[in-house]
């Protein structure tokens, strides 16, 4: 797989940024706030669809007798239960506002950059749409993910201005370096299968599949942002660490229950 295809997602993602910044200088501000609640339904309508369509890979896999659905309910059980007890929901936040207190003094622009930043490479979408683009060249997960991102530039543009586009520069480094490193991964531990046998190995599907449901919970917060009730969302940056105990958990169940 060339780099070219295991960046094409993040390539997509920095053009989507730069348009929604374009347009958030010029007509951003300009939307009335129904329009910007519609446009949230939508998107997270948009987003439940793909999110179900990645969970269905968890029919595809199994640890022994468990199967997938299963394996991804106990990582993000733990994940969650981990993700708490760690704080990750809070310091995400205490980080945020920490650079937005720290680079207040520099203007709008550093303002913006910082905000966009935060908002365009924290997140699940990022590392699984990363390591799909990366493992299997498949960019759809960045490709859905750079809708949300054009469409928050657009609004974020029209507040900060022009420093919301050069937060593609942590893009490339942020989700790049995700997508590089899971082919570097590919290449040297999996013996350098071509994607679609990548597609078909059963930790991709489980990772993939726990991703979804984490990318569910994102459609759910949108669709709450969208009707104004935020305060009942889902905590899905706690749920995080579910990606990393999803193919930990498939290879000790398959070595334990062969």
């Given at each position: 797989m060339s780099l070219v295809e295991q960046l094409s997602g993040t390539f997509v993602n920095v053009a989507a940024v730069l348009l929604g910044t374009l347009l958030g200088l010029t007509v951003g501000s300009r939307l009335p706030e129904r329009t910007q609640r519609t446009l949230l339904?939508?998107?997270?309508?948009?987003?439940?669809?793909?999110?179900?369509?990645?969970?269905g890979n968890l029919n595809r896999t199994?640890?022994?007798?468990?199967?997938?659905?299963?394996?991804?309910?106990?990582?993000?059980?733990?994940?969650?239960?981990?993700?708490?007890?760690?704080?990750?929901?809070?310091?995400?936040?205490?980080?945020?506002?920490?650079l937005k207190r720290r680079f207040r003094g520099g203007g709008r622009f550093t303002e913006g950059f910082?905000?966009?930043?935060?908002?365009?490479?924290?997140?699940?979408?990022?590392?699984?749409?990363?390591?799909?683009?990366?493992?299997?060249?498949?960019?759809?997960?960045?490709?859905?993910?750079?809708?949300?991102?054009?469409?928050?530039?657009?609004?974020?543009?029209g507040a900060y201005g022009i420093g919301v586009g050069f937060s593609t520069l942590t893009i490339l480094v942020v989700q790049g370096?995700?997508?590089?490193?899971?082919?570097?991964?590919?290449?040297?531990?999996?013996?350098?299968?071509?994607p679609s046998v990548l597609k078909t190995n059963p930790f991709v599907l489980l990772l993939t599949g726990t991703g979804g449901l984490m990318i569910a919970g994102i459609s759910w917060n949108l669709m709450l942002a969208g009707l104004g009730w935020e305060d009942r969302r889902v905590r899905v940056g706690s749920l995080l660490p579910g990606l990393l105990i999803a193919p930990l958990a498939l290879w000790l169940t398959r070595l334990l229950l062969p």
């Open positions: 339904q939508t998107l997270s309508l948009v987003t439940l669809f793909i999110a179900l369509d990645m969970a199994n640890g022994g007798n468990i199967p997938g659905v299963i394996l991804a309910l106990i990582s993000l059980a733990a994940g969650a239960v981990l993700g708490e007890a760690l704080g990750i929901e809070e310091a995400l936040g205490r980080l945020g506002d920490s910082v905000a966009a930043s935060l908002l365009f490479c924290i997140g699940p979408m990022t590392v699984v749409g990363g390591l799909q683009n990366g493992l299997t060249g498949d960019n759809s997960t960045y490709v859905l993910k750079s809708t949300l991102d054009g469409i928050a530039a657009l609004a974020l543009a370096g995700i997508s590089v490193a899971a082919g570097y991964f590919a290449a040297s531990l999996l013996g350098g299968a071509d």
